[in-house]
């Protein structure tokens, strides 16, 4: 049997629902150099590695109702394609499937159903974030979206700066690029003083607002830029009417600190379970140790 671990008033949030958006897919795989396949109305991708072949299929946030038949069927295409095996993201947990759960991953969301007005998503703020949203007011920084190209292009530079400071991988400059070219699924918006980019966040538009990527100046810290960008986003979310704002990624940790400043925007905390589920076995196993070679 499924179940929604997270609230009903909070159904709306079905996960990364922009991975079911064609648009936004199309361009990912593009550049990820993935197949996009549908079953049924459910996309979902077929990973490639050169020589080897397909290794494995993967979707994200199906719909409660469809999730136990599109494994069938998922299962089916699979074998026939000699995928190694199955990757289902959701929100949901499943009985039948729960042996085949590798990983949860946490977000904070702020919900706008159970939202009335801005004063009510205020009070909810810790204390601090209020009181560095004004120190960032009072310090000159104001918000807007990125207006072309050069806006792009110096918020990039400082991405790709994280990047290598904080040593993650960092998504390809094509597909971002080409994101940013599609204003119905994505917007750059960023935080400035005078005319200096200070940090900028990448936000996905689906049924909801992800905060997809984001990178600040190192000096700009003291400015206070990235609670005010938070707290103009929220608001934009709302008068827009997006279901919900997703902040894009948590780890249940006292020392996170990425986690702690999502935490101190009063958000609701969800999950996302990961299951993997093999289809063709002994393919799986040399699947993942090819996988680990090729990161």
Not at 82 to 97: M, R, S, W
Not at 103 to 108: F, L, V
Not at 158 to 172: C, D, G, I, S
Request: hydrophobic share 40%; proline share 2%.
């Amino acid at each position: 049997m499924i179940k929604n671990m997270n609230d009903k008033k909070a159904i709306k949030w079905n996960g990364y629902d922009i991975m079911q958006n064609e648009i936004f897919m199309e361009s990912y795989c593009k550049n990820k150099n993935f197949e996009l396949f549908k079953i049924d109305t459910t996309i979902a991708y077929l990973h490639k590695l050169p020589v080897f072949g397909y290794t494995f299929m993967k979707i994200h946030s199906p719909d409660l109702e469809d999730i136990l038949s599109i494994i069938q069927k998922t299962k089916k295409i699979s074998a026939q394609k000699n995928v190694a095996f199955l990757e289902i993201v959701t929100p949901y947990k499943d009985d039948a499937i729960e042996r085949y759960m590798i990983k949860s991953d946490g977000t904070y969301i702020i919900n706008y159903n159970n939202i009335k007005n801005y004063e009510a998503i205020w009070k909810n703020f810790h204390r601090n974030v209020r009181q560095k949203i004004n120190q960032a007011n009072q310090n000159g920084v104001f918000i807007e979206k990125a207006k072309n190209e050069n806006d792009f292009n110096e918020w990039w530079k400082l991405y790709e700066v994280a990047a290598r400071t904080k040593e993650f991988q960092a998504q390809k400059y094509g597909l971002v690029h080409d994101l940013f070219n599609n204003s119905d699924i994505s917007r750059l918006i960023l935080a400035k003083c005078e005319d200096k980019i200070l940090s900028g966040m990448f936000l996905l538009l689906n049924k909801g607002i992800l905060s997809w990527l984001s990178a600040m100046d190192s000096n700009a810290g003291r400015y206070r830029p990235n609670n005010l960008l938070e707290w103009e986003i929220i608001k934009w979310g709302k008068d827009q009417g997006y279901a919900y704002y997703d902040m894009g990624g948590a780890i249940i940790n006292k020392n996170h600190g990425p986690t702690e400043f999502k935490k101190s925007f009063g958000g609701e905390y969800r999950e996302l379970y990961t299951y993997r589920i093999p289809i063709v076995y002994i393919k799986n196993i040399i699947t993942e140790l090819a996988l680990k070679f090729y990161k």
